[in-house]
């Protein structure tokens, strides 16, 4: 992952600002305006001198940046709704004065690895939108900027989360078809990403996000106790983008031992083996059958019980993943196989592990029919593989041309004869 020093953070906030200063519009109570910039500033309707940021408040003892509703945010945005939080800071729901639109602002908390965190972030999404010829399955960002020691990361608005919709709609599973086109753009968007040589490395339903928050809300096939029936909701728009590009690591410096969020962690990273670009491809295999069952493949906290999970679903463990495994992750295996049910914690971990299915025999009860389930299974046990050689290809593809236009992803990245992967061809077109 990018490291950046203090100096480099105040150097990139100080050119920034330098630039703000020096490209923005002069405000009508900076100068007096010539007859020209008056009619412009009367049709722009430029950021109105009331609206000035609010007394500087302490931040909270977690480093959050403190507001209430209807604050400014710099004379340019108002503090519309919080739309989310996490170890990182906040996302606020902001009126962009000067472009008349609705913006997401991520606040980032005021410590210090947080703001290198959003530094990278930054340098990410401007390389993301730099390559992307005009068309991309990544979040754009707007602009950024420093305020009150907190980096500001002005986004276009985006609707729900995959998780945030999947919980609204009581974890019902999405049909395969949504299933189909959503994995399609989300492949084709981590593609483009290790094109660039980047890895997301946090891949996961809750960092991405339905463009539209439009849905139809549908009778279900079910009935409560009292012969109602049951709804659930859809997205009227199959649309995705990728958010949080905080704990993205470029394949070409240091990694740090420990990425992606647990549920959706690759075997070598528990194994402690070292990754690269198949993590994301086995995060996205996650995501797909959560989208399929409605809930999460792999639901533990803990080494041992998840490696038992995996070979449940999957099959053993291969041997020579065993013998690389590190000193950390030695004590998990006895005589060369994992050491369990033995090295269980819990009787209610065993139960945990056994009530799993294979993976196959989970998509079959995802109420999946003909092709589009075998196409799915195929898939899916290339993405969830243990030797990842669907992600090692596209890495290869991706060497092989990433120096050509991105704006001919479909072609030459997803074909079934590129990877040989059987299902990939009718999940992706």
């Known amino acids: 992952m990018v490291a950046i020093d203090s100096t480099t953070l105040t150097t990139m906030v100080e050119n920034k600002e330098q630039q703000h200063s020096t490209k923005r519009r002069r405000l009508a109570w900076d100068v007096a305006s010539s007859p020209t910039e008056q009619q412009e500033v009367q049709v722009r309707k430029p950021v109105s001198c009331r609206h000035v940021s609010p007394p500087k408040r302490d931040d909270d003892r977690d480093g ?99 998780f945030d919709f999947l919980k609204r709609n009581k974890y019902s599973p999405f049909p395969v078809d949504l299933v189909r086109e959503i994995g399609r753009q989300l492949l084709e968007s981590v593609a483009y990403m290790h094109s660039l040589r980047l890895i997301h490395t946090d891949l996961k339903p809750e960092n991405i996000l339905l463009v539209s928050s439009d849905y139809l809300k549908l009778p279900g096939y079910k009935r409560n106790s009292q012969g109602e029936v049951y709804y659930r909701c859809l997205p009227k728009s199959s649309e995705i983008k990728l958010i949080d590009f905080g704990s993205t690591a470029y394949d070409n410096q240091n990694h740090s031992s420990i990425v992606s969020t647990r549920h959706y962690r690759a075997p070598e990273v528990i194994l402690g083996l070292g990754w690269s670009y198949p993590c994301d491809m086995w995060s996205v295999g996650c995501i797909l059958v959560e989208l399929c069952s409605g809930e999460a493949l792999f639901q533990t906290h803990e080494n041992l019980e998840h490696l038992a999970m995996m070979e449940r679903v999957l099959g053993p463990l291969p041997e020579h993943m065993i013998r690389k495994a590190n000193r950390g992750a030695e004590k998990y295996f006895r005589r060369s196989r994992l050491n369990w049910p033995e ?68 072609k030459r990245m997803f074909t079934a004869q590129q990877f040989h992967v059987p299902g990939l061809k009718m999940i992706l077109s």
């Open 64 to 162: 959050h940046y403190t507001y209430s509703l209807g604050d400014n945010l710099t004379p340019r945005y108002k503090i519309l709704s919080k739309m989310g939080e996490g170890t990182f800071g906040r996302v606020l729901e902001c009126w962009d004065r000067q472009t008349r639109e609705y913006v997401a602002i991520k606040v980032v908390r005021s410590i210090r690895k947080y703001r290198d965190a959003a530094m990278i972030e930054v340098d990410v999404l401007e390389q993301l939108a730099k390559n992307s010829k005009g068309r991309s399955l990544c979040v754009q960002i707007r602009d950024w900027f420093d305020y009150r020691n907190h980096i500001c990361i002005v986004f276009e608005k985006l609707g729900p989360s995959l």
């Open 343 to 410: 090295g269980a914690v819990s009787r209610e971990s065993i139960r945990a592990v056994r009530k799993l299915d294979r993976l196959k025999n989970m998509i079959s009860q995802c109420g999946t029919v003909g092709g589009s389930r075998s196409s799915l299974v195929d898939l899916l046990q290339g993405l969830l593989n243990w030797q990842q050689f669907l992600a090692h290809m596209i890495l290869a593809a991706t060497a092989d041309e990433s120096q050509s236009n991105v704006d001919d992803m479909d």
